[in-house]
Structure formats: structure tokens, C-alpha cells
């Protein structure tokens, strides 16, 4: 054997270090809660460029050359891509290539004095990233590929990807089992609910890198020799197998499923001749093994998975998934034919929503889509390219069971990636191509030599010099939108100087063009200002809803603007857009709050009925009885026709009763009354507009003889309980609350039960038993009136002690600014509690050892009181 014939038989200890790194890889990055964080860059670029450059040096070592496959061609065209993505073009240049990106700078970043020349990118930061990110994984492919020319290493490779699934899985089923709803008891996902807690917060990210991890142990098991080195990996199957079912990931089941059983048709496709029975054999074990995890994983979550799957079993369902912004996306496709940058679409895809939307859309959540957007026809083609190059691994000899596996896991991962965006993140990203790597290697027959030095060495000055270039793309890469609204945020929220938040605005929106919410923050600060600031208020609201159609915060700062400016009606109007836009709460929480007209109100008024009706509440719960008659005038003979407005005619009527105009509500009850004469709710408005008229007995027949129709209902039963203590039927108040008890279904309710209960032995002068029934109250429902009540109930049977506590309780809770009153009440009742127990010292003659006893002895006392007796 000649000694390069011995070098190449070894394996060489670079070798074995690229592998390490990418093992490495392989494990960290999805415990790095699923490679979310932007963090990740930085480990992935120095394991990666690591990795290559072992792997250059072990080929030199064994005079072997580097094997670019051709999959390696659009991991290199697209960082290309980014890269030229991120040249500076002149504005003619710029609006032949892009005119939407030209128009988006003539409309935004001109006005700003933002005038220079600007890339395709529209968002640079984030296509640097994804410049570093399309490096590392062409550094890691390629690396990869010289490791899997060894069997044993590729082997390895395979079974630290099936292991780190399994133990993904087992640390959530361990989660699962003790009720832990924190990543290892200290980590809490803020913007998901993952139904299994694991690294990873999104579950169908969880699903999709399991589903590979597990249909490749599966190929594993069935490569080795022997039952009991298969039965880690059929173990590591069933527990990967689980995990996807527990993730409740209805796109992540079912192509795991199809990974499962495009691997059982391949094994039987690949096989023939003699070979054909081993091949019915791994076919059934696949089946076998695929029926074991659907029963494990049903039999541990089955009533999960019937109740996620119902919730596909509609066309409307259908109707409101992912599938509807396709169009939507590919609008956005013909717009940039040359892609609006990489990494770009957060910002860039709120200019074409057209309904608000709760959450962001980071990703077009299709595969296709993504490059379509992002990197124009040339993804497009890189996509082909890439396709083309995974049907020839299919098409290849001599593949065996665990390369099958391979190519059946990363089929079902991408197709699952028509649905979602696993490969967006590097943990499944990386793993696709490592795995990739060990069947695209070279054949063993085809392995090309090459002499010392050659396309190693011009391999490793290569994989250096794209290890320095994806590290520095890393330094303006820093810069996301989240950490540039939360910077630029903090400045407005701090009132810090308008020329620094100004200053500062720019430099980020600069960096960020199409990210909305930098207008609206600098907006924002600028409407702060006053009257003054008002004009550049708006003119970045215009921006930002050129930015974002449907941007509530433009709404909002457009409207604290256009009042500073006195522009009254036109204000409101932009505070009705901001809440048909998605802020509900600015309306009760500001504008209505600011409206003092009736023709504000109307601004202010929302289109939908339901809507109205809250509107109306809102303004009878603030008392303003004044504007709201006008109001609820206009706004029944507006919504006539709707159904609510039975609900507008009720709150008129408790409007009048509130201000004792008693005809006339009387006549909005027998409106109500006529419009729907079987509800609850018009029985119950009746019964109060005849209490008001005097006629309690009455109010109290026609509430007794509804008990029949309307058994077990709680808000009866307290407003029946309510009359009857107001009428002395304490007794009879009680027996009502009692009926219902079982009804009652919140603490809010149990608390409401309470307070009528106590106000019953208020009434017969039983204030000790009012008292545990307010203190009842305060533990369910602590608030500043229920502990002064307990406060004055104890003051009344001259516990002074107790009711001073319960005063501190209270004012605990009022703002600091009303404490002043409760602070003087406490005093006074310290100084009774004092006198108290000096008069009793001086009655009884006794020491001060004494008036300690006889101090103890009184509050004996004032427990011990009889019920209805004075003290």
C-alpha cells in the first residue's frame, strides 16, 4: 500500500475536528431555544468557518481534493445575492431596477434629507445577516460533505442529529409530566404558548426538526447490524415521533407522516432481485415503527389532537389560514421583481396588508414565496437550480437505508415549508444540510485526487476569507427592528430632547427605511411638543401610513396632533380609524375622554353596532349622563335597524333613572320592552324603572313570578335579593342568594353575592355576621371600598385596632394622591383606640401591667359581641 493510499484509509484528526464543530452545530443550535435569537450568528459563522477549515486541512493531509456538489451552487449564488442586494445604487438606477424601492425613497427618506444613493435592500441590516447566514450554511454544506466521505463519521454525524432530537422531545415530555410551564423552570416564552415546553417556543419549528431527526434515526435503525444496535435509534424514532404529535403542529404531523411514508416507498423502490424481500422487510418496519409513535403519541394526547385537528374541519377555518395571503405575497412577488432583500419582508409586507392584523408577519410562511419576495426571479432560479440538484441525489445508485431516510426527511421538511418557515432558522436549516451532505458526498469510485496543496489549500484560503466577510456582514447586522423601535421607544418614552430623538429617528430609519414604527415614535414625539411640533407630527404620521395602511399608532399620533393643531373633528375621526385599525383600547382609555361635543362624539363613533353599544357603556360608566342623552338619541335613530339597538334604548332608560327623569324612562323601558318582550334584561330594566315610580311591590311581583322561567339565573336572583333588602325582606333576600350559590361561576359574582348578603344583615342590625360577609369580599375581591367598609363595620362595634388595619389596607391601594384622607382616618382611630383603653385603665383602677390585660380583655370583648346588640 502506497503511503497517500495509507493517508487517505485514515481518517485525519482535522477531519475528526470539522466533524466536532459541526456536532457542535448539530446540538447547540436547537437548544439555543430553536436558534430564534439573533444571537446565534455569531457561533454559527466561527463553528462553520471552523469546520470548513479543519475539513481543508484534513483533505490536504489526505491528499484529497474538495467536493463541491451541486447543491453547494445556490448556497453560494444567493449569499451573492445578498451581497449585491446591498450596493448602493444611484436613484435613476435604483428606479429602473426597483421602482417601488425608488418611490419608497422619494416618498420617505427624501422629506427626511435622507437623499443619497440607496441599495435594493430594504433592510440592510437584516440582508447583512442573512449575507452571514447563506455563508455559514455554504461553509457548513461543503465542510460536511468532506466529513461523510467517511462512513463512520457520516454515521456519527447522523446519530448526534436523531439523539438531539430525542432528548428535544424527552426534555418536553419531562416539562409535560411535572407541569412546568417554564423552560427548565426559569425561561417563559412572552409571545407563545407552546403546547410542549422545549428550546423551541414555535411548535411548528419543534415538529418540523423532529420530524427529520426522527425519520432519519428511523433510517439508522434499519442500517445497522443487529437488533440491539438498532434499538437506540427505533427508541430515539418513537420519542421524535411523539414529540411532533405533542407539538400539535397539524403541518408538522402531517408530513412527518408523508416523511415516514415516502421513506417506506423509497426502500421499496430502491430494492430488487434477491435484495427484494430485505426491502418488503424495512418497507413494513417503517409502516410498523410509524403506527407505533401515532399510537404512542395518541394514546398521550389524544383529546389534544382530535380538539387541534377540529379546528381544520371548516371552509371558513380554511378561508382564514395562511393560504389567503398567497395572493397577497405574490403582489408583493411582481412588485420587486429583483427581490425586496433579503430578510427584509418583516418590515417591508406591512405597506400591502389590507385588514389589521393582530401579530407581525415575519415570514411569508411558504418557502417559495420567500425567495420570491426576497430575492426576486433569481431565487426563483436558485430554487430550480436547487430542486434539480436534490432529484439527482434521488436519482442516485447504491443508496442506502439511512440515506434514504435523509432524502425522505428533508422532502417532507421542505414541503412542510410551503406552509411555514423552519428553514428560515439555522437549527433545521443546518441540520437539512448536514444531512444533505452525507449523500451528496462523492461515490466512492468517482473520489478525485488532487496533489498536496492544491485544491485544498486554495479551498482553506477561501473558506477564511468567507468566514471574515460573514463575521463583519455580523457588525451592521446588530441593528434588528425590534431593538431599534425599542432604543428610539425609550428615547420618547423619557421625554428626552426633540432634536436628540430626532437625531437619533433618522440614523435608525436610515438603516430600517420601511419599518413604520420609527415614523410613528418620532411622530409620536414630536405631537408631545405641543402645538408647536403638531405640523411634523403629521407629516411623519403621513409617512408611516404610506408605510402601513392599516397603522393604528398613525391614527393616534395624526390625532393628538390635529388636536394640539384645533382641529377638533377631524381628530376624532383619526381616533375611530386608530380603533378600526386594531387599538380598542385607545378609545375608552383616551379619546372618549377628550370628546365634549355632541358632534365629537359622532366622530368618535364606530361603524359596527356591537361596538356602539360598548361605546355606550363606556360613557354611562364615566357618568356623563349630560353628553350621552344626545348621544343615544342620535345613535338609536342611526342603528334602528340593528338588532343592538334594544341595548341603546336600555341604556338610555338607566341613563334617565340615573338622573331621575322618571317618564321618560319609563317610556325607554316600554321601548325596550316592545322590542324585545321575552328578554331578561327588559324584565329587569322594567323592574327598576318601578322601584324609581315608587311601586316596590310591584317590581318585586313581576321579578318573583319570573323565578319559574328563568331558573338558576344569577343576575335575577341578585337584582330580586337586592329589592327585597331594600323592602326588609332580609330573609327572603337570603333564601334567593342561596338558590342561585350553586350558579354562581366567578369570584366576581361570589363577591357580588357577598355584599347583598351582608347588606341583608346590615339591614336586621346583625353587623357582626355583615362583617364576615364583607370580610368574605375583600378576600376574593381586595379594593379600596370593600376594606373601608370592613373598616367602618369594625368602627361601628368599636374595634378601633381592626378597623385601623383595614384603612391601611385600603389606602394601600388608592393612588398616592387620595391617601390623604384615609391616613386622617387612621389617626383618628388610633387615637380612640388610645382614649379607650385609658378610660377602662382608669374605670378598673389598675396598673400598667393591668392595662395591657385589660386592653386584651376588651378586644375579647368587642369579638364576643352579641349580634344586633350595641356594645
Known amino acids: ?183 427548565l423552570g426559569v425561561i417563559s416564552f412572552v409571545h407563545a404558548r407552546p403546547p410542549l415546553v422545549t428550546p423551541f417556543g414555535n411548535p411548528n419549528h419543534l415538529a418540523a426538526f423532529l420530524g427529520l431527526s426522527a425519520t432519519v434515526s428511523l433510517g439508522l435503525a434499519l442500517s445497522s447490524e443487529g437488533r440491539r444496535r438498532a434499538a437506540p435509534y427505533v427508541l430515539a424514532t418513537v420519542l421524535g415521533g411523539t414529540g411532533v404529535l405533542l407539538s400539535l403542529s397539524r403541518g408538522g404531523i402531517a408530513f412527518f407522516v408523508f416523511g415516514m411514508l415516502a421513506f417506506a416507498l423509497l426502500l421499496l423502490m430502491r430494492r430488487a432481485g434477491t435484495e427484494r424481500v430485505l426491502s418488503w422487510r424495512r418497507g413494513g418496519a417503517v409502516l410498523l415503527c410509524l403506527l407505533a409513535v401515532l399510537a404512542v403519541g395518541g394514546q398521550v394526547a389524544s383529546e389534544r389532537l382530535v380538539a387541534e385537528l377540529e379546528t381544520a374541519d371548516s371552509v371558513a377555518e380554511l378561508r382564514h389560514s395562511k393560504l389567503e ?98 428553514l428560515e432558522l439555522p437549527a433545521s436549516a443546518v441540520a437539512a444540510w448536514v444531512v444533505l451532505a452525507s449523500v451528496a458526498r462523492p461515490e466512492d469510485r468517482k473520489r478525485a485526487e488532487a496533489s498536496r496543496g492544491h485544491a485544498p489549500l486554495r479551498g482553506l484560503a477561501a473558506g477564511v476569507a468567507l468566514t471574515m466577510v460573514a463575521l463583519l456582514a455580523l457588525v451592521p447586522g446588530r441593528s434588528t427592528l425590534e431593538t431599534a423601535e425599542a432604543e428610539l421607544g425609550a428615547l420618547v418614552a423619557a421625554r428626552a430632547p426633540l432634536e436628540e430623538v430626532r437625531a437619533r429617528g433618522l440614523a435608525l430609519i436610515d438603516r430600517h427605511p420601511a419599518d413604520h414604527a420609527l415614523q410613528d415614535l418620532v411622530g409620536l414625539a414630536y405631537a408631545n411638543a405641543g402645538r408647536e411640533g403638531a405640523a411634523e407630527a403629521l407629516a411623519f404620521a403621513n409617512r408611516a401610513l404610506y408605510l402601513n395602511p392599516v397603522d393604528a399608532r398613525a391614527h393616534r399620533v395624526a390625532a393628538r396632533a390635529l388636536l394640539n393643531l384645533g382641529r377638533r373633528t377631524q381628530a376624532f375621526l383619526e381616533y375611530r380609524l386608530a380603533f378600526e385599525a386594531g387599538d380598542r383600547g385607545l378609545l375608552w382609555r383616551e379619546a372618549l375622554g377628550r370628546a365634549r361635543t355632541l358632534v365629537e362624539l359622532q366622530a368618535l363613533t364606530p361603524d359596527a353596532a356591537r361596538e356602539v353599544v360598548q361605546f355606550a357603556s363606556e360613557l354611562q360608566r364615566a357618568g356623563r349622563h349630560e353628553e350621552a342623552l344626545p348621544w343615544l338619541a342620535w345613535a338609536c335613530e342611526r342603528f334602528d335597524a340593528a338588532p343592538e339597538s334594544v341595548q341603546l334604548w336600555e341604556h338610555e332608560a338607566r341613563v334617565r333613572l340615573a338622573r331621575r327623569e322618571l317618564a321618560e324612562a319609563e317610556a325607554a323601558s316600554a321601548e325596550v320592552s316592545r322590542r324585545a318582550p321575552d328578554a331578561l334584561s327588559s324584565y329587569l330594566l322594567r323592574a327598576d324603572v318601578l322601584h324609581a315610580l315608587g311601586r316596590k311591590d310591584e317590581a318585586l311581583e313581576s321579578l318573583e313570578a319570573l323565578g319559574p322561567r328563568f331558573p338558576g339565573n344569577v343576575e335575577l336572583a341578585f337584582t330580586l335579593a337586592r329589592l327585597q333588602v331594600d323592602l326588609g325582606l332580609t ?141
Open 1 to 183: 500500500m502506497s503511503p497517500a493510499s495509507h493517508s487517505r484509509s485514515r481518517t485525519s484528526r482535522y477531519t475528526l475536528g470539522a466533524e466536532g464543530a459541526l456536532a457542535v452545530l448539530l446540538v447547540l443550535l436547537p437548544l439555543s431555544l430553536g436558534s430564534a435569537p439573533t444571537w446565534v450568528h455569531g457561533p454559527l459563522v466561527v463553528l462553520a468557518g471552523l469546520a470548513f477549515v479543519l475539513a481543508c486541512v484534513g483533505a490536504w493531509r489526505q491528499h484529497r481534493s474538495l467536493h463541491l456538489p451541486l447543491l453547494a451552487l445556490p448556497l453560494g449564488a444567493g449569499a451573492l445575492l445578498c451581497l449585491l442586494q446591498l450596493v448602493p445604487l444611484p436613484p435613476g438606477l435604483l428606479a429602473v431596477l426597483s421602482p417601488e424601492a425608488a418611490e419608497l425613497r422619494d416618498f420617505v427618506l427624501v422629506p427626511l434629507g435622507l437623499d443619497g444613493s440607496r441599495p435594493l435592500s430594504m433592510d440592510t441590516p437584516a440582508t447583512w445577516r442573512e449575507l452571514a447566514r447563506h455563508l455559514a450554511y455554504l461553509l457548513i454544506f461543503v465542510a460536511a460533505v468532506q466529513v461523510c466521505r467517511s462512513g463512520r463519521s457520516r454515521r456519527r454525524l447522523l446519530t448526534t442529529l436523531a439523539f438531539t432530537g430525542a432528548a428535544v422531545s424527552v426534555l418536553g415530555l419531562l416539562h409535560a409530566l411535572l407541569g412546568v410551564d417554564k423552560l
Open 731 to 871: 330573609r327572603r333576600a337570603r333564601e334567593s342568594l342561596q338558590q342561585v350559590s350553586p350558579f354562581v361561576s366567578n369570584l366576581s359574582q361570589r363577591a357580588q353575592l357577598f355584599m347583598l348578603e351582608a347588606a341583608s344583615y346590615e339591614r336586621e342590625g346583625l353587623r357582626t355576621r355583615a362583617l364576615e360577609s364583607w370580610k368574605s369580599v375583600v378576600r376574593m375581591q381586595p379594593g379600596p371600598g370593600a376594606w373601608f367598609k370592613v373598616a367602618r363595620l369594625h368602627e361601628s362595634l368599636h374595634q378601633f385596632d381592626a378597623a385601623a388595619r383595614a384603612v391601611r389596607e385600603g389606602v394601600q391601594l388608592l393612588p398616592e394622591a387620595q391617601r390623604a384622607e384615609g391616613e386622617a382616618w387612621v389617626a383618628r382611630l388610633e387615637t380612640a383606640e388610645r382614649q379607650r383603653v385609658e378610660a377602662r385603665r382608669r374605670e378598673r383602677g389598675g396598673s400598667g401591667a393591668d392595662s395591657i390585660l385589660l386592653r386584651a380583655m376588651g378586644a375579647d370583648e368587642d369579638l364576643g359581641t352579641v349580634e344586633g346588640e350595641e356594645p
Open 325 to 422: 395571503l398567497w395572493p397577497v405575497l405574490a403582489s408583493v412577488a411582481r412588485a420587486y421583481p429583483l427581490g425586496l432583500g433579503r430578510g427584509a419582508f418583516e418590515s417591508v409586507f406591512p405597506r400591502y396588508q389590507t385588514r389589521p392584523v393582530i401579530n407581525t408577519s415575519t415570514h411569508p410562511e411558504n418557502a417559495v414565496l420567500q425567495l420570491a419576495t426576497e430575492f426576486g426571479v433569481p431565487g426563483l432560479l436558485l430554487l430550480v437550480v436547487g430542486l434539480w440538484g436534490f432529484g439527482r441525489l434521488l436519482r442516485r445508485e447504491g443508496l442506502g437505508a439511512a440515506e434514504l431516510a435523509v432524502l425522505a426527511g428533508v422532502a417532507a421538511l421542505g414541503l412542510h415549508d410551503l406552509f411555514d418557515f423552519s
